[in-house]
């Protein structure tokens, strides 16, 4: 029995059966569907690509894997060497790992030892937003925000450990005030905070908390394992103000294969770099650098640079508020739009309950949450396609 993700398995609806996909399409039996969920927002160039299929075989002619501890590759080597390049500031130093959540897990590891080797044990708070969703691991619930994924942390009460604030300055400024000197970092999801409800913020808030980050020692650190890779419309948030730490997974590979990565700044490295062997950073997950998962996210990069990717998730952005002009009904009480997100917030999610089928029968794949429609799809989709996923959801209102 395969026990399936965030459901009720007693009653659950029988899955679709995927027997094929290519570009932004996924097949089943009798149905042809336009992914606009992409995978859980990672199959970011489509499916079945020409040239990310053959980086992964030509790796898997050599070796599938070779752990990491005191072992080392090209394919590991190399992508550590374009993200260097690729990624904003002296985000230089790379720690992998196999899925998102853990490299989360990591950040704050990173960020609670870089203060206990410095002799500061009291700093063992982490400031982190409402509403906010860092992964399913136990740090990272504690973290998050919110209830719907998170409920079973009730067995411990209130944590003593993580505060939440709403994106508001004020927020921001008293929570500094209150807790500077016991909190080692400030984690978020920048501008965009996914799984708690595709909830967008201003960079004005990013802006403020790096401030603040400076001036009292605080460690910022920006889960981008959603928002990196273009989604907002930059290319990473960091981009815009820069973080000590930051996190990328989901789309790290294309959507191929599991994998992640912390990246920390030169000053977080240096709080480990030193004489005391009991100062370096625990941690090793079997399957981090997996040479696979290396080589088809150095390809993935490369595609997104050369293939010029922004423009592309501007196009998105733009035909999106163009489809999006204009459009209300009663029942929606907000439609965001950020890049290449577009979410509609209803009042009652009983509104949007039978959407999947709908969808379904009209060629497109869709996975409402709770009050929220939305669509996150491949930066490779066409314009007629884009706008038939747009549509579909502005039909579902107008029946
Ligand atoms: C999906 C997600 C994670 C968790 O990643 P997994 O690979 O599912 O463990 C963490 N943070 C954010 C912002 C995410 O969207």
Known sequence: MIWYPYEQMKGMKAPYKIIDAEGVCLYTEDQKLIDSVSSWWSVIHGYKHPEL?????????????????????????????????????????????????????????????????????????????????????????????????????????????????????????????????????????????????????????????????????????????????????????????????????????????????????????????????AHALMHGPTFMGNALACSVALRSVELFEEQDYMSKIHTIEEITRREMDGFSDPRIKEIRIMGACVCLEVYDSATIKGYQQFAYDRGVFSRPFLNYLYAMVPYVIREEELVKVLQTMKEWFGR
């Open 53 to 277: 299929n053959r980086a992964i075989e030509t790796q898997l002619g050599k070796f599938a894997h070779v752990m990491l501890g005191g072992l080392t590759h090209e394919p590991v080597q190399r992508l550590t060497q374009k993200l260097q390049q690729f990624l904003p500031g002296d985000l230089d130093y790379c720690f992998y790992s196999d899925s998102g959540s853990v490299a989360v897990e990591v950040a704050l590891k990173m960020a609670l030892q870089y203060f206990m080797n410095r002799g500061e044990t009291g700093r063992t708070m982490v400031l982190a937003l409402e509403h906010a969703y860092h992964g399913d691991t136990f740090k990272t619930m504690e973290t998050g925000d919110d209830e719907d994924y998170h409920f079973v942390l009730k067995a411990y009460g209130e944590s003593k450990y993580v505060v939440h604030i709403p994106t508001e300055i004020s927020a921001l400024e008293n929570a500094f005030e209150t807790y500077h000197d016991r909190l080692n970092c400030f984690i978020v999801e920048p501008l965009l905070q996914g799984a708690g409800g595709m909830r967008m913020y201003d960079i004005s808030f990013l802006k403020r908390a790096r401030e603040l980050c400076d001036r009292y020692g605080v460690l910022l650190i920006f889960d981008e394992v959603a928002t990196g890779f273009g989604r907002t419309g930059n290319r990473f948030v960091a981009d815009l103000v820069l973080p000590d730490i930051l996190v990328l997974g989901k789309a790290l590979t294309g959507g191929y294969i599991g994998h992640a990565v912390t990246a920390a700044n030169e000053k977080v490295f240096r709080g480990f770099y030193d004489d005391d062997p």
